[in-house]
């Protein structure tokens, strides 16, 4: 060494000043949003006067805020504890994509009004998949194994 070069980090390993380091985050947060918004299928998409009407409210399950922007089969699904939505499975009253559709769009409806970060998905990759072959196995519920078995 000639002792000419300066001390420090190579060239090959550039610092980010603040400012690029800001935007740098905030272009990758929204992306992320703008890619999970995308998810959510445009039925489900809700105006942008229920979003603002939901930032007015100090909770958004009283009075049941969400209930009232689903459909009345999604609220009685989404509503049932697991017990009810095994008999109903078992009976064939209720598929389990039906059950899958009605969770999911239960959770983009609430991530459009919180962002809540989740990496939605729908049933369609289920229905596509798998419909024909969800059908639950014996036994459904025992106080032994608390589970679904599909």
């Known amino acids: 060494m000639d002792g000419t070069s300066a001390p420090g980090p190579s060239s090959a390993f550039a610092v980010a000043s603040p400012e690029e380091t800001k935007t740098s985050w905030q272009q990758i947060a929204a992306e992320k949003r703008q890619a999970e918004d995308d998810k959510i299928p445009r039925e489900w998409i809700l105006g942008p006067s229920v979003i603002a009407e939901a930032k007015t409210r100090p909770s958004l399950t009283r009075p049941p805020f969400i209930e009232s922007l ?5 609220c009685r699904i989404t509503l049932m504890d697991a017990t009810d939505l095994l ?4 009976s064939g009253d209720l598929t389990a994509v039906k059950v899958v559709t009605a969770f999911c769009r239960r959770a983009a409806i609430v991530h459009q009004l919180v962002s809540t970060c989740l990496d939605l998905t729908t049933s369609g990759y289920l229905s596509a998949r798998w419909g024909p072959f969800l059908v639950p ?3 459904l519920l025992t106080r032994r194994t608390p589970h679904l078995v599909f």
């Open 70 to 74: 689903l459909d009345a089969e999604t």
């Open 87 to 90: 008999q109903q499975i078992g």
């Open 137 to 139: 196995t014996f036994p």
